[in-house]
């Protein structure tokens, strides 16, 4: 046997056994074909896109290349207070190994160091792609902190140039306007709209990071119903910049635990993200501020106890229930000075520079 690699150079290996699948039993098998799910052994290392073959006729069957990264994130080590509690591994060591590891299956992705040891440069195929893999770490016990995804941009004749994505969008034909009115803000072109039965379907071409945040919001909006699917179409002129986030955060003061009674001064400000009994630490985003600047506010601050009792207001505190992010909802609420730490146990939001006094003097620097 041979094994051919992609660039044409040949390795040679001699097959010790070749396995097959009765069930779940593994049997000796004397030939296979096309379909069939077999082990091999004789080889240190085959990778997606080799071929083995007969050493007398070491033919290669042509390789299928896969579509690029389009958006890049950084994996870094969870330097927040509460860094080492939840998780099992929460080194950069292994979070290194990890993401290698990765690279044997995933062939979307590329990971890159940088110039911290601690930090880690991933590119996948969009958000959703690089949130799996986060998810399927913290769900193996990983501690980490990850930035806000950004696309890959290229450079051509001094001009430019970033990821174009070809967008298909069904849904019901009540929501088609819903549709329309969101993808004009992302910069996106209709190529087609026709309808099918009771829905009707959208073809876009949209930038790349276009797409960021755009799942959830469907959902949202069109109450589950959007079915969305995208391929990487071209790299293109760049298209200038799109809407972010129009409100700044709620940030913690100190750590510690917060209070309802806190909670319930703190709710006209904005949107809360933790309710009563959460623990905190100075930095870690803790809500959505109604205005566009971020606001630095105490959520744990209790109730000063007198000997007098006012009537009805001990018992008038009531709680919007907090609004709890999924990762993919994190992932895409964070500007670039914010991170999110994820843990086996926890998602939480942080600036990257935890201390106030150091964000005010970076920021009038």
């Given at each position: 046997m041979a094994l051919i690699k992609r660039g044409g150079e040949i390795t040679t290996g001699r097959v010790s056994k070749l396995l097959g699948y009765e069930g779940l039993k593994q049997v000796e098998i004397p030939e296979s074909l096309t379909g069939d799910i077999i082990t091999v052994a004789g080889f240190d290392e085959v990778g997606i896109g080799d071929t083995l073959a007969a050493a007398d006729n070491p033919v290669a069957i042509p390789y299928v290349s896969i579509d690029e990264p389009t958006i890049s994130m950084n994996f870094m080590l969870n330097t927040s207070p509460f860094a080492g509690r939840e998780g099992k591994f929460v080194t950069a060591r292994t979070i290194r190994e990890r993401l290698l590891k990765e690279l044997?299956?995933?062939?979307?992705?590329?990971?890159?160091?940088?110039?911290?040891?601690?930090?880690?440069?991933?590119?996948?195929?969009?958000?959703?792609?690089?949130?799996?893999?986060?998810?399927?770490?913290?769900?193996?016990?990983?501690?980490?902190?990850?930035?806000?995804?950004?696309?890959?941009?290229?450079?051509?004749?001094?001009?430019?140039?970033?990821?174009?994505?070809?967008?298909?969008?069904?849904?019901?034909?009540?929501?088609?306007?819903?549709?329309?009115?969101?993808?004009?803000?992302?910069?996106?072109?209709?190529?087609?709209?026709?309808?099918?039965?009771?829905?009707?379907?959208?073809?876009?071409?949209?930038?790349?990071?276009g797409l960021i945040g755009l799942r959830s919001e469907f959902m949202t909006e069109t109450r589950g119903t959007a079915v969305m699917t995208h391929i990487f179409h071209e790299y293109a002129p760049y298209r200038g910049d799109l809407p972010g986030r129009k409100n700044g955060v709620l940030l913690a003061l100190e750590h510690g635990q917060t209070t309802a009674y806190s909670l319930d001064a703190l709710q006209p400000r904005g949107i809360l993200f933790v309710g009563p009994g959460f623990e905190v630490y100075a930095g870690m985003i803790v809500g959505q501020h109604a205005m566009e600047n971020d606001l630095v506010v105490n959520p744990c601050k209790g109730k000063k106890l007198t000997n007098m009792r006012a009537s009805g207001s001990d018992d008038a505190i009531k709680l919007t229930p907090a609004r709890v992010l999924t990762l993919e909802q994190a992932l895409e609420f964070i500007e670039d000075d914010e991170l999110v730490e994820v843990t086996p146990q926890s998602i939480r939001l942080r600036k990257k520079e935890l201390d106030a006094s150091k964000r005010k003097r970076a920021a009038r620097g």
């Open positions: 044997r299956t995933n062939v979307s992705l590329t990971v890159e160091d940088t110039d911290s040891p601690d930090t880690f440069k991933v590119s996948g195929r969009g958000e959703l792609h690089l949130s799996i893999l986060i998810e399927n770490m913290r769900r193996e016990g990983f501690e980490l902190a990850v930035s806000k995804p950004e696309v890959i941009l290229r450079e051509k004749d001094g001009k430019k140039l970033e990821p174009m994505e070809y967008l298909v969008v069904d849904v019901p034909l009540e929501y088609q306007g819903t549709i329309i009115e969101k993808m004009g803000p992302r910069k996106a072109d209709m190529v087609s709209l026709h309808p099918i039965a009771e829905t009707v379907r959208f073809e876009f071409i949209i930038p790349a990071r």
